[in-house]
């Protein structure tokens, strides 16, 4: 649990500390988006490679080569003194990242034979994991409050060199057997697949369409053909196809997707709306989205104790169907809205979400063969990572084509109609645009909900398919 909590928390934790990095490095604006995005790309990009490789060499001296790179990209990262300095620290931090995630996973798989000891294990890795993500921000606001923004990544050090230290005490070494050759090709088209397709969404969620991205994608796409034609013809592949293929382990990865687009997508517009419309600070604002973290942590192990009485499968459409209640309570919030009655309805659509990922994550463990576990891991984590990028591009793109909507009929200028925070920086409060800006971005908020809905109704569907015993 230990580097799983660093990592998730790596994922955001750059959220309030790029202003003190602009002012100290200068990026220019292309920079500023590789300084937060590289992470994840490279996170991404390498998780079936080292899931791979893991099953191979062992995942206990994975997750220690990822333990010791994790620290010296933090290192290299806190004393950066240039912007592409620190583009590259954080792409070390991302191989790192990529060493640990699949090894944890892969080591519950094969540390708890028993079922009900692994399912307990799995709702602590959920919870942990969905933890982290939601703590990156305060505990990255709590730093600079005191300290410069190397402070950010320094905090890893201690948790990392403590688990050098315990892991080969504590820890059991587990590997499969290695047959056959490391397949180089198989990696290569891994990574030019995803990384690619991930970078391309994201850029046109933000941007809208450009024709770089839209061929970045293509290739992708083109790439992650070659590499499914290329496992299904090798004797022994990276990933088994015929796993994918099942639909215990090949629905768990499914639902696995949609839930994280739901939840990525929607996740930037409650960041906006508590600092943009409500008008909180971003600590303030980090500690209030902290709020939903409670139905988690309550939603979690009940649904692991249903699970032992119940299907898992109509407890993972429930899981799924009470967070869709959760997103359609939602699209009836306004500017004005109490704030309980927002923060109330994330906490039903988080726990519901987080419940049923836990549930989901454990089917497609326990369907894949123990030997296996590292690429089987990998496999999952690559389709949340498709699965956040896919979310934020769709919901992004409903939220701003229903805010370009209803500003198109007010005088503002081009750039206060395309985004919120260009008319809060044109505006004061009191303004008449200002007020407008958040009605219209809170109904966007609303569509968005509704997408996130649908998608979360459509893992329950996918859920309920499942009760048969694959």
């Not at 928390?9 to 003190?20: E, G, K, N, Q, R």
């Not at 296996?372 to 409903?398: D, F, K, W, Y």
Request: hydrophobic share 55%; glycine share 12%; aromatic share 8%.
């Amino acid at each position: 649990m230990l580097p799983l909590l660093l990592v998730s928390m790596d994922v955001s934790v750059l959220y309030f500390a790029i202003p003190s990095i602009s002012e100290d490095l200068r990026p220019g604006s292309t920079q500023q988006l590789w300084i937060l995005d590289m992470y994840g790309f490279v996170l991404a990009g390498l998780l079936l490679v080292m899931g791979a490789l893991g099953d191979r060499i062992g995942r206990r001296r994975l997750l220690l080569a990822g333990a010791a790179l994790f620290g010296a990209g933090s290192v290299a990262a806190a004393y950066a003194h240039t912007a592409p300095a620190l583009i590259g620290a954080r792409a070390l931090l991302g191989v790192g990242g990529a060493c640990l995630m699949p090894s944890t996973l892969a080591l519950i798989r094969n540390l708890f034979w028993d079922e009900r000891q692994r399912a307990k294990a799995i709702t602590l890795w959920t919870t942990v994991m969905a933890t982290g993500i939601s703590f990156g921000p305060v505990v990255s606001g709590a730093l600079l409050e005191y300290y410069w923004w190397g402070s950010v990544f320094l905090i890893n050090l201690p948790a990392m060199a403590l688990l050098l230290v315990l892991a080969p005490l504590l820890l059991p070494e587990s590997k499969g057997e290695a047959r056959g050759r490391f397949d180089v090709l198989s990696a290569v088209l891994s990574l030019g697949a995803l990384l690619p397709v991930i970078h391309g969404v994201k850029e046109l969620a933000k941007d809208g369409y450009a024709p770089l991205p839209a061929l970045g994608i293509g290739v992708g796409l083109a790439l992650g053909a070659a590499f499914v034609h290329r496992q299904a013809t090798l004797a022994h592949p990276m990933v088994d196809l015929t796993l994918v293929r099942s639909r215990a382990y090949g629905g768990s990865v499914l639902v696995n997707l949609l839930a994280m687009a739901a939840t990525v997508g929607f996740a930037v517009f409650l960041t906006q709306y508590l600092q943009a419309v409500r008008g909180m600070s971003p600590f303030e604002a980090a500690l209030w989205s902290l709020v939903p973290s409670a139905g988690v942590i309550v939603a979690a192990p009940a649904g692991g104790l249903l699970a032992s009485r119940i299907d898992r499968a109509y407890v993972m459409g429930g899981g799924f169907a009470v967070s869709a209640a959760g997103f359609a309570w939602l699209t009836q919030a306004r500017a004005d809205s109490a704030l309980w009655y927002v923060l109330t309805a994330c906490a039903v659509y988080a726990a519901g979400l987080v419940t049923a990922m836990t549930l989901a994550n454990e089917l497609a463990l326990g369907a894949a063969p123990p030997e296996r576990a590292g690429a089987s891991a990998a496999v999952l984590e690559s389709g949340q990572e498709l699965g956040g990028a896919l979310g934020m591009a769709l919901l992004g793109s409903i939220g701003a084509a229903v805010y370009s909507d209803d500003m198109s009929t007010t005088g503002a200028s081009e750039a206060a109609k395309e985004t919120l925070g260009a008319a809060v920086a044109l505006s004061r409060p009191g303004d008449e645009l200002l007020a407008t800006a958040q009605s219209a971005f809170t109904h966007g908020m609303t569509w968005a909900a509704a997408g996130a809905a649908l998608l979360a109704a459509g893992a329950a569907a996918v859920s309920w398919s499942l009760r048969r015993k694959a």
